[in-house]
Every structure is written in C-alpha cells, then in structure tokens.
C-alpha cells in the first residue's frame, strides 16, 4: 500500500489505484519490515539540546559491514551482509532461508549536523550514533543607516 495517495492522480481511475493499492497488498509481504527495494533496519531517534542520538538494530553485523557517511545535510547508515556460499550434498534441499542478504540502508536529513564530532559503536547488535548539532551563531547586529 505503499503507493496509496489521499488524493488522484489527474486522469487516473479511483477504482484502478484502490486494485494497483490491494494488489501490492497480496503479492508483497508488506508487513515484513525488510520489504521494498532496498532493504532497511528498524531506528530509535532522540533529540536532546546538543545532539541526536540514533539507536540502530543491525544484530549478526561487524563493524566492519556497516558505514557511516555524513554530507549535504545527510546521516547515511549502510550495512552490507554477504551471502554465505555452502556447498550442499546432492541429497540437501533448503526447505526455508529467511535470513536476509544485500545492502541495508537509511538515511536521515539533517541540516544542522557537525559532522566533525560524530561518533558511533557497535554493542551486542545495535549501533549507537551521536550526532552533534552545531551551536547556532549568535544573529548578527547591525546597525541600519537611512539615506
């Protein structure tokens, strides 16, 4: 139902987007929360005065699968997770494998980011990320002269 609008499109059938809405319903798992075409993870943001704090589950990742980049007013987490390649006996069949594989991302806009103090740290599955915002300058006063 990810293309579910409150409004029509000019020209577009009210009855042709509720099937397009349903249909995406039943052939997709969009209950999953790694459904779509890029896959996800799950995020807790905070704010507090001087930062954001950003809790992350990435559970089975290593630091070394997940990085972290911060430009343009962005915040992007990446973890990639590589498929295991097993060699399987002519008599082994997999009956089910829900474990996924690819990249994971999310990104966050934030404009008032300084990209110099963040930090982050990988504990038990969930990343922490701290990021600080920039102190605002004080506004600038000047004095108006009148021609």
Not at 64 to 85: H, M, Y
Not at 108 to 125: H, Q, R, T, V, Y
């Amino acid at each position: 139902m990810s293309d579910f609008r409150p409004y029509r499109k000019k020209g577009e059938d009210l009855f042709q987007s509720l099937t397009k809405s349903l249909k995406d319903v039943f052939e997709h798992d969009v209950f999953s929360p790694l459904h779509g075409k890029f896959s996800s993870f799950r995020v807790d943001i905070k704010e507090t005065r001087a930062a954001y704090h950003i809790q992350a589950e990435l559970p089975g990742f290593s630091k070394e699968d997940i990085t972290i980049e911060a430009g343009s007013d962005n915040l992007t987490i990446r973890a990639v997770r590589q498929s295991e390649k097993e060699a399987y006996d002519e008599g082994t069949k997999i009956l089910r494998q829900e474990r996924q594989y690819g990249e994971f991302i999310r990104q966050f806009p934030i404009s008032n980011m300084k990209e110099d103090g963040i930090a982050a740290k990988l504990e038990d599955g969930m990343l922490y990320v701290e990021v600080p915002k920039k102190t605002p300058g004080k506004p600038a006063h000047k004095q108006i002269d009148i021609e």
